[in-house]
């Protein structure tokens, strides 16, 4: 196996992990649901926005590898979040293909502005209807990232570059 190849099957093999422990999360996610549905408290308010956070971070995490890895580095500064989703929605001739789809990138900055939500306030602060709205989005995005993330994936295993 030649050095660039090694190289590439590393990076598919650390986003391929990372999605699999987002896939456990929504495993769980399911689960909570399953048992709680039709249940709604300021405490099972908290769990769903904590569902929804680290569903974000954990697509953060693989796009940021990628951007780290073959785009030469992530976006810093002020901001940064929101160039790291729309770097991955732009071709880099001759090294990767985008990565993500401009539907995807659209429902991820949503979650990206709730994680900020989660992570800077209270619990008690949340906004049921917020919430509400990404639930109806959260496994149709979680689905989306999946697959598009999976296609990245089988791009790095050889397939041709364009």
Not at 43 to 68: C, H, P
Not at 84 to 110: F, W
Request: hydrophobic letters at 40%; charged letters at 35%; a positive charge.
């Amino acid at each position: 196996m030649k050095k660039d190849e090694l190289f590439l099957q590393r990076i598919k093999t650390e986003l391929l992990a990372e999605l699999e422990e987002v896939s456990r999360l929504m495993d769980e996610y399911g689960d909570f649901v399953d048992k709680y549905s039709g249940h709604m408290d300021v405490y099972l308010l908290r769990v769903k926005a904590s569902f929804m956070a680290d569903f974000y971070m954990g697509a953060e995490k693989i796009l940021r590898t990628i951007i780290e890895e073959l785009n030469g580095g992530a976006p810093r500064g002020e901001g940064w979040h929101k160039r790291l989703l729309h770097a991955m929605t732009i071709e880099m001739k001759g090294i990767r293909p985008p990565v993500i789809s401009e539907e995807l990138y659209q429902n991820l900055l949503k979650f990206l502005g709730f994680r900020h939500v989660v992570r800077q306030a209270y619990g008690f602060q949340l906004d049921q209807k917020k919430l509400e709205e990404l639930e109806k989005i959260f496994v149709k995005t979680y689905k989306k990232f999946d697959r598009e993330t999976r296609k990245f994936c089988s791009f790095l295993g050889g397939e041709k570059r364009r």
